[in-house]
Each structure stands twice: as C-alpha cells, then as structure tokens.
C-alpha cells in the first residue's frame, strides 16, 4: 500500500467513527433516561424509591435553586452538583418537573430569592492573607400546586437526593402523622434537651411529615394523654405502672405501633468501669402477648469489637471491648436494615421469640439484626471491667443472639384494667400491629469515654430515623436514605489483621520480585535474541 493510499485510508475511518459517534449522540438525545452514572458511590443515579416518586407526581413540580457564585471548596462546585442530580430527576419526571438555577448577583435577585423563603447563610473562606466570614445563599425552593416548601441550605456532603425527595414528598403526600414518646418512667426520655432535639431531628428528617409528641400516663383514668400513631419507649428505668401497661396496650389496639429499645442494664457514663445495675422495666409483661421477651442478658462478643485503651501505669494498650460487640448480621430484605453494613451496641441485651406461638397466630417476624455466632451471652449486671468480660464463664450461651425485630401481628388480646378500675376497653383490631423491638437504648448516644465515637453513632441514629417511619407506615423515603449509606469502617479481627500483616510482608514483596524478575528475564531475552541475530546476519 503506498503512502498516499494509506493517508486516505486513515482520513476515511477518522470520518467513519466521527459520523458513528455523531448518530449515536443523536440517537440516544431522543432517549432521555438513557444515561451513565461513572461515580465510584453511584451518587448520581437515582433510588428507585426516588423514581417512583416522581413517577407518581400528579402534577407540574418546579424547584428553583438559589446558590451564590465562587463558593469556597469543598462548595465551589455545589451547583454543578446540584444540576447533575436536577438533570436525573427531570429526566424520571416523564415531563412533570422543571428546574433553574438561580446565581444570586444584584440587590434584585437578592429579592426574589427572600421571596421565595431563601435566607442568607454564613460560610467561612480563606485568602492569602485572611480568613473572614461570608453571607450567601445555597438552598433551594420547591413549588407544587399551590404549596412550596424551602430548603434554606445545602452542604456538599449533604444526601441531595434525599433532601429533594423528602421536599417533594412533604409537598405531595402532606397527611402528617406523631410518633410519642413515653416519660414519667425515668432514662433519658426526661430530659428536656433530648425531647427538643429529638424534635428537630423529626423536623430535619421528615418535616411535617411526622411529628414527635410527650407522652404521659394519666393514672387516674389509665390513658395517655395524646393519641399518636406510635408509641416509643427509650431506654426507662422504672418500672412501668398497671395504669401505664394497660394506656399502651390500648393505645396498640386503637391502632398505634409500639417500638421499645431497652437495655438491659444502667450504667454511669462519667464512670464507665464502674459495675452496671440490672434494670426491670416490666415490658415482659406488657410484650406477654407478642412471644417476645427481653431476658437479662449481656450479650458479649469476644471476636467482632470495638477495640478501646487500656491504661496501665506508663503507656496506653489498645484492648478489645467485649461489650460493644460489632453487628454485621442484617435482614437485607427491610427496609429498616436494608443497606447497613455494621452497627455496635454498648453493653447490648437480646430478645428471646416463641417462634411457636407466632406462627400459630399468623404472626410475620422479621429478624433485623442478630450477633454473630461467636458471640455469647451471660447474666446481665455487675463488673463491667475489661478483664471481667474478657475471662469466660461457664454459664455462657454460645450465639448468634438476636438483638432487633420486627413484628407484625393480628391482635385479638384480652386486656384488662387494673384491679379497682371500672374503665371501658378495647380487645381486638382488625388490622396488623406493628412491634419493634431493640435490645439496646444506648446506640443513640455517642459516648467517647468507652470508645462508642460519632461515627458509630450515626448508623445508629440511621436505624432509629428507618424505624420510625416503619412503625407509622410511612416507609416512602426509608429505601432513599439507605441508597448513600457508606459502609461502617471498624478495625479487622485478629485473623483478618494478621492476614494482612502476612500479605505486605511476605506476599506483596515475593510478588514484586517475581514481577521484577520476570521483566528482567524477559529483557535479557530479548538483548541475547537481538545479538544473536545480527551476529548471524554478519
């Protein structure tokens, strides 16, 4: 082939693969869900949850997005974020939601964006020389109908997609529903700071979709003083009245789901090493009719654990912490624990099923989460100290435990009052209760002292914000949340870390050899083939 014929040649497959690539492009713009999501988190590619979401809007959505420009890092690309996802969310809309983002530059715009509810938000930034304090505006606001709903900031490491959802599902779905939560029984239900948070937590995370109410057991008439939708009982210790069982049990048969998350013991946060006291709620006599009990046991896992210090009179030792045993073991098919990787329960209890009576019934059980089958239980109280837990006893059962379920059960209970009590009351509901339950009230609550840090806790909190919207029935945004959960980084077991240790010791550098070795054989090849060659040829 001469030269000049090869250039054509080439000149004739460059236009070939360009014409390819233009019919390709013209094609799929005519397929507008056709799109490819290449980020290592999948972040840009929408739950299904999300996309039934938006195939079910019954009319137009608008979202205006107000983000100010030059934002400081990690920022500076939020609105190109907030485009690509905008852009996933039209393109599932079927024609039913539009978008703009708005670059806030004039007193005028600034106008229109205080009238569409937006506010002005701090973010720091830094110069050459400086650091100084800057107002703007990221957030964005959602109009549907007549109603509109505005989210005044957003952060790059917020879950975007679940802030437009759950937006869109407020705006759409605006039947609101309470979850209660039950005091005057001690535990961390009484303080006033945590019923406050908890209420902004509710507000953050649902909205007006679900609110949190107080409950309190009135013991002259044996009811509660709100109806709700939901019961939660957290962590108490004292135990509960005959008043107060028969308030909730009526509550369950009015229609109300009961979660409780209970330990089995009460310890002193300030003073962690100091022996835990068994507590007894009597909630085995309010669960009597479920087949669930929550026996007083501590559940101990000498293998998968959080690894802590040890401080002895002139160093710090790194020691596994039997007592805050390391979860992996999920009912992958609920949404409560659908995508967690691994959760930790301090000083965790464990729930005993009658599997008999409840398939009697007709009863459904899920198992949430249950330890792993090295761990054991043992009677629940007393020393708590590193070497009290980590010397086995013989009256130890070997696991895996159950440490959370759900329940779902027709209820044809025969309740009555108390003794004295002429008090009207209910037997039966037609439909299935909803029960849930968790052998431990401390996940919640980081408590650094003995190693429970912020980044456990989180996936803690995750499974509460699922649990709730379970036990109301209001699952819509369960399977969003759980799309950007990232996987719980804990320390390896031992066998794992010394597998590892093994690995970049012998197998990685005896690889590298053998790889180095093989390149050099292979060059001597080579050089000895190509002096042979020219050798032979001369």
């Not at 005028?108 to 938000?121: H, I, L, T």
């Not at 303080?191 to 409950?215: A, D, T």
């Not at 950007?484 to 197998?507: C, E, G, K, Y």
Request: a neutral charge; proline letters at 4%; charged letters at 20%.
């Amino acid at each position: 082939m001469t030269g000049r014929a090869y250039r054509q040649r080439a000149v004739f497959l460059m236009v070939l693969i360009f014409a390819a690539l233009a019919s390709l492009n013209l094609i799929f713009s005519f397929v507008t869900t056709a799109r490819w999501d290449l980020t290592a988190e999948r972040q840009f590619t929408l739950s299904d949850a999300t996309v039934g979401i938006l195939r079910d809007l019954e009319a137009p959505v608008h979202i205006r997005v107000f983000i100010s420009e030059n934002l400081p890092a990690p920022e500076h690309d939020l609105h190109v974020r907030m485009r690509d996802i905008l852009e996933e969310f039209k393109a599932n809309a079927h024609g039913r939601l539009t978008y703009e983002i708005i670059r806030p530059k004039t007193s005028m715009d600034e106008q229109v964006a205080n009238g569409f509810g937006m506010r002005k938000v701090a973010v720091s930034q830094k110069d050459s020389t400086q650091r100084s304090i800057r107002l703007v505006f990221k957030g964005f606001s959602i109009q549907y109908r007549d109603a509109a709903e505005t989210v005044p900031e957003i952060r790059s490491t917020d879950n975007l997609e679940y802030m437009l959802s759950k937006t869109i599902v407020n705006l759409t779905r605006p039947a609101s529903k309470s979850v209660g939560l039950l005091t005057g029984f001690g535990g961390i239900a009484e303080s006033e700071i945590l019923q406050q948070s908890m209420r902004e937590v509710f507000q953050e995370v649902y909205g007006s979709r679900i609110g949190l109410k107080v409950l309190h057991v009135d013991e002259k008439t044996c009811s509660l003083n709100e109806k709700t939708d939901a019961v939660l009982i957290l962590n108490i210790d004292k135990t509960l009245t005959d008043c107060a069982r028969y308030a909730i049990e009526q509550a369950t048969l009015g229609g109300a789901a009961l979660g409780v998350f209970q330990s089995p013991t009460l310890g002193d946060y300030l003073q962690p090493d100091q022996p835990r006291m068994n507590v007894d709620p009597g909630l085995d006599t309010l669960l009597i009719q479920t087949g669930i009990s929550l026996p007083k046991t501590l559940l101990l896992d000498r293998t998968h654990n959080l690894v802590g210090t040890q401080f002895t009179e002139d160093k710090q030792v790194p020691v596994s912490l039997p007592a805050l045993p390391v979860i992996r073991d999920f009912d992958r098919t609920n949404a409560v624990t659908l995508n967690l990787t691994a959760l930790v329960f301090p000083f965790s209890g464990t729930v005993t099923v009658d599997h008999d009576y409840l398939t009697a019934i007709g009863a459904r059980v899920s198992i949430l989460a249950q330890s792993s089958a090295d761990a054991v239980t043992r009677d629940s109280g007393g020393d708590i100290g590193w070497d009290a837990l980590s010397t086995p006893k013989a009256d130890e059962i070997k696991g895996p435990h159950i440490v959370a379920l759900t329940l779902q059960m027709p209820i044809k209970w025969t309740v009555s009052p108390p003794l004295g009590m002429n008090i009207r009351r209910k037997y039966w509901r037609n439909d299935e209760a909803r029960f849930l339950i968790v052998a431990n009230g401390e996940f919640l609550f980081t408590n650094k002292i003995i190693g429970y840090t912020d980044q456990f806790a989180k996936y803690g909190i995750h499974l509460f914000v699922n649990a709730v919207e379970w036990l109301v029935q209001d699952e819509a945004l369960i399977n969003i949340r759980n799309h950007s959960v990232l996987p719980v980084m804990t320390p390896p077991d031992a066998s794992v870390q010394r597998s590892i240790i093994r690995t970049n010791v012998v197998w990685v550098p005896l690889a590298v050899f053998i790889l180095m070795l093989g390149i050099r054989c292979g060059r001597r090849w080579r050089v000895n083939r190509i002096q042979k060659k020219y050798w032979i040829e001369e």
